[in-house]
């Protein structure tokens, strides 16, 4: 096989043209790992200096990862020092997640076993680190990280969506949640839900596209719910595989009418007699 010249000298080109630095998918996985096994997997007691140390060179790969995605020391300094300076607010907020896990979920029975084996808390870890790094008009990065988490857990959560305190994914497979997604507190999501747009166009990109779900909400897996102005009410209980695109009252259930039929319309046998 053989490419042309001139084929190649238009890619060094349009890499010489380029206005990014070299991205380095690498460090930003070393990053996200070696930061959650500090905050949670550590098994050692280390000198106060050691850790220190650990978060001086997690700073240095977080500064170089938003460098290259900017090309501006100055900001990235900026910004790096900014993220570890709420990183203490953000792993708050990740021990009451996994506290939520604990306290409503009959498989577990440790936050160790949730912190080493759960997706659904994994996923919800990069979300709210991608997160800050998008509130802090980062936008590149949150994005790679977030797609990072999505390949490894199924579980899509743009970094852009907002999202409250004792969240809780369970199994977690197949959720999506949209751009400007608002989520309350207490909210609990099983596999496959999706939390998405009406319409997919260009033209919206600052419009608010993604539904509102407020406190206190349980949505089942299937579930699909679209439109920038469709709010579930709280203390809502959504089934599996409604599709939904308008408002839920608070404290509403909605489900699909199951139906069984039977195929030589007989009647069914005594011993078979059940209710779902």
Same mark, same amino acid.
């Given at each position: ?16 043209? /380029?206005? +990014?630095?070299? @991205? ?20 050692? =007691? ?6 220190y140390i650990e978060f ?27 993220? @570890? ?42 979300? *709210? ?9 980062? *936008?590149?990065?949150? +994005? ?7 390949? *490894? ?6 970094p852009g969506a907002v ?37 997919? /166009? ?10 509102? =779900? ?10 699909? =719910? ?6 579930i009410g709280r203390d ?13 009252? /608070? ?26």
């Amino acid at each position: 096989m053989k490419v042309s010249d001139q084929f190649i000298k238009k890619i060094l080109e349009k890499k010489q043209t /380029s206005s +990014r630095g070299f @991205f380095d998918k690498g460090n930003m996985e070393n990053f996200v790992n070696n930061l959650y096994n500090v905050l949670f997997l550590s098994q050692e =007691i280390h000198a106060e200096n050691q850790i220190y140390i650990e978060f001086e060179e997690l700073h240095e790969i977080l500064f170089e990862l938003i460098k290259n995605t900017s090309e501006d020391e100055v900001f990235a300094e900026k910004q790096a020092d900014h993220f @570890f300076h709420v990183l203490p607010e953000l792993y708050n907020s990740l021990i009451l997640d996994a506290e939520s896990i604990l306290e409503f979920d009959p498989a577990t029975e440790s936050l160790e076993e949730i912190l080493l084996s759960y997706p659904g808390f994994f996923a919800t870890y990069v979300y *709210r680190i991608s997160h800050q790094l998008w509130i802090q008009k980062i *936008r590149i990065l949150p +994005r790679v990280i977030s797609e990072y988490a999505h390949s *490894r857990t199924g579980i899509d959560i743009h970094p852009g969506a907002v999202i409250g305190k004792h969240f809780f994914i369970d199994h977690g497979t197949g959720i999506v949640i949209g751009e400007t997604t608002v989520i309350g507190n207490h909210v609990k999501l099983y596999q496959g839900v999706t939390l998405g747009a009406l319409h997919v /166009s260009k033209d919206k990109a600052n419009e608010k596209r993604h539904p509102n =779900i407020e406190d206190h909400v349980i949505i089942y897996s299937g579930a699909t =719910i679209l439109g920038g102005n469709t709010t579930i009410g709280r203390d809502s209980i959504i089934g599996g595989n409604v599709w939904i695109t308008q408002n839920v009252p /608070s404290s509403s259930l909605v489900y699909n009418k199951s139906e069984i039929k039977i195929k030589d319309n007989g009647t069914l046998p005594e011993s078979l007699t059940f209710v779902i």
